[in-house]
Nanobody, 124 residues
């Protein structure tokens, strides 16, 4: 079993940057693909980014391509989401997730474990 703890959210002005972290417990972190999802006010939870268990493959939602970067450090059992050029529409609670799969996937149902979420608010 994997426990995930999200952190790094906050309030930032449009155009600013934040880096989210997802710390995982357990010795098998490197055997999980990792993803980030977000849920804005009154919206469904949506895919943001995913990374394979080796870090060799990544995938992004069209809305964040070129602005966000997902990465992982298997030695530290941590995944990251670097968010640049933030926009007010990026405001949401961001959740990391772990999937028992080597492959990066945007399918929410593929993820087995979820972090509690961290709030990101982008002011205009």
């Amino acid at each position: 079993q994997v426990q995930l703890v999200d952190s790094g959210g906050g309030l930032v002005q449009a155009g600013g940057s934040l880096r989210l972290s997802c710390a995982a417990s357990g010795r098998t972190f490197s055997r999980y693909a990792m993803g980030w999802f977000r849920q804005g006010p009154g919206k469904e939870r949506e895919f943001v980014a995913a990374i394979s268990w080796t870090g060799g493959t990544t995938d992004y939602a069209d809305s964040v391509k070129g602005r966000f970067t997902i990465s992982r450090d298997n030695a530290k059992n941590t995944a990251y989401l670097q968010m640049n050029s933030l926009k007010p529409e990026d405001t949401a609670v961001y959740h990391c997730a772990a999937a028992k799969s080597p492959w990066a996937t945007m399918i929410r149902a593929s993820y087995d474990y979820w972090g509690q979420g961290t709030q990101v608010t982008v002011s205009s």
